[in-house]
């Protein structure tokens, strides 16, 4: 089983920049959709951005134009670049396999506060 260990959140002012990194213990190469997640408190978890094996790019209306989502296959790294960070992008977030893929065990997650 692949292990994901999530890292790079912390406290941002609104309109802020983070980049988050996530690294997987495993090979990512055959994985056609990798994903970011995120779950604030009182919430479900849901899917912010993914991205195919071919580069493709998906993203929730929330963070589309602010969010960027990119994958190293080679290093098995998969990244999130969050601009324009608003109040409402503080959560805990994760990464892990989208689409019809299986998930994998979910890492610790890395939290992200968006306030002045």
């Known amino acids: 089983q692949v292990q994901l260990v999530e890292s790079g959140g912390g406290l941002v002012q609104p309109g802020g920049s983070l980049r988050l990194s996530c690294a997987a213990s495993g090979s990512i190469f055959s994985i056609n959709r990798m994903g970011w997640y995120r779950q604030a408190p009182g919430k479900q978890r849901e899917l912010v951005a993914a991205i195919t094996s071919g580069g493709s790019t998906n993203y929730a209306d929330s963070v589309k134009g602010r969010f960027t989502i990119s994958r190293d296959n080679a290093k098995n790294m998969v990244y999130l670049q969050m601009n324009s960070l608003k109040p409402e992008d503080t959560a805990v977030y994760y990464c892990?396999?989208?689409?019809?893929?299986?998930?994998?065990?979910w890492g610790q997650g890395t939290q992200v506060t968006v306030s002045s």
């Open positions: 892990n396999t989208a689409g019809l893929q299986s998930r994998w065990n």
